[in-house]
């Protein structure tokens, strides 16, 4: 009897022994799964980095601004963005060169700049799902960028246009017996085109008559100018790209000839213009950067991101000219306006 208990004992001991060593080897085992994996609750998801493209169709501060507002923004807004930017130094050939590109690297989105660009960057982008969104397009319509500001396929953004009638209603104040506008444009600029045709508009609803002399480069300007200068009254700045990219000569040009000059881009102040009474670009990229953001990061369809106007619009006056041209910050036109040296 004490020999079987004797047994049973030692069995016993033998069972529970091996269930120890075994709950040794598998709590060893978990430890070295935890080590090689980190715990759930410590484990991080990176945020998406987003390639932008962006294609520029030439250096001048009005483009800059547009592309820095929309760098700026998307930073403001929390988007990691890769930019890879691209100047086509005013060549046409450039912005195509430049967007086929962009496609091939399999960018997330383009940003494309002016007219040329966004329409090269619109074609080669049309066979891919890579959205574009631009700025500084005066007439997205016009140019066959979208067949109407609410029907986007894969390309949409802010427009740069301003109503012609109130700059114009701001001229008569100026100069009240004003009757003659001048325009120099770039004849190859759809963009520029579009502008001409809304001046002489709303030119004719004042009573007003409007004088064009076409360029194909900037070197075309001084003669240009020197042309108009003997017919015009005031001197109206369109946002034309080559116009822009010599805005100083134009302004300096205008004052040689006490010409009254009015632009509709308000920074142009700054570079010698009377007056600027329009859009700010690095506002109008900051809003275009916006609208990636609802793309890229919101998920929302391109499709229903319609095209917008540009918002934020306000007046400038240089002082130095105005005094030049002797007039006086009491002048009607300049109501509401900020005035710089």
């Keep these: 009897m004490k020999m079987n208990l004797l047994k049973k004992a030692v069995a016993l001991s033998l069972c529970v022994s091996v ?13 070295n799964k935890a080590a090689e994996q980190p715990a759930a609750a410590e484990t991080k998801t990176e945020e998406k980095t987003y390639k932008i493209g962006i294609s520029q169709l030439l250096e001048h501060p009005s483009l800059d601004q547009a592309r820095e507002g929309f760098v700026d923004e998307l930073k403001a807004l929390g988007v990691n963005a890769e930019v890879d930017y691209v100047n086509a130094q005013g060549e046409t050939n450039n912005t195509l060169i430049i967007a086929e590109k962009f496609v091939k690297d399999e960018v997330d989105m383009i940003y494309s700049i002016a007219t040329l660009s966004t329409q090269s960057a619109k074609q080669a982008a049309e066979e891919s799902e890579i959205p574009v969104v631009f700025s500084s397009v005066t007439d997205p319509v016009y140019s066959q960028i979208v067949t109407a500001a609410d029907k986007i396929e894969n390309v949409t953004g802010v427009t740069d246009k301003v109503e012609a009638l109130e700059i114009l209603k701001s001229a008569k104040d100026l100069k009240k017996d004003a009757s003659v506008i001048g325009i120099i444009y770039n004849t190859g600029e759809s963009n520029s085109e579009v502008q001409v045709e809304e001046v002489k508009a709303a ?17 075309d300007i001084p003669q240009a100018v020197g042309t108009l200068a003997k017919k015009i009254d005031i001197m109206y700045i369109i946002s034309d790209n080559v116009v822009a990219s010599s805005i100083q000569l134009v302004a300096n040009l205008c004052l040689e000839n006490k010409i009254i000059s009015i632009s509709s881009i308000e920074s142009q102040a700054a570079d010698g213009i009377l007056m600027g009474n329009g859009l700010n670009y690095y506002e109008l990229g900051r809003q275009a950067a916006a609208m990636a953001k609802k793309i890229l990061v919101d998920g929302t369809s391109i499709k229903e991101v319609h095209v917008e106007q540009p918002s934020g619009l306000k007046k400038i006056v240089n002082v130095k000219t105005m005094e030049a041209l002797g007039l006086t910050k009491d002048n009607p036109a300049f109501e509401g306006a900020e005035f710089i040296n």
């Design 203 to 219: 030119a004719s609803q004042l009573g007003m008559t409007v004088e064009t002399v076409g360029i194909t480069t900037a070197n």
């Design 19 to 31: 269930l120890l060593t075994a709950c040794a080897k598998t709590e060893a085992a978990n430890e």
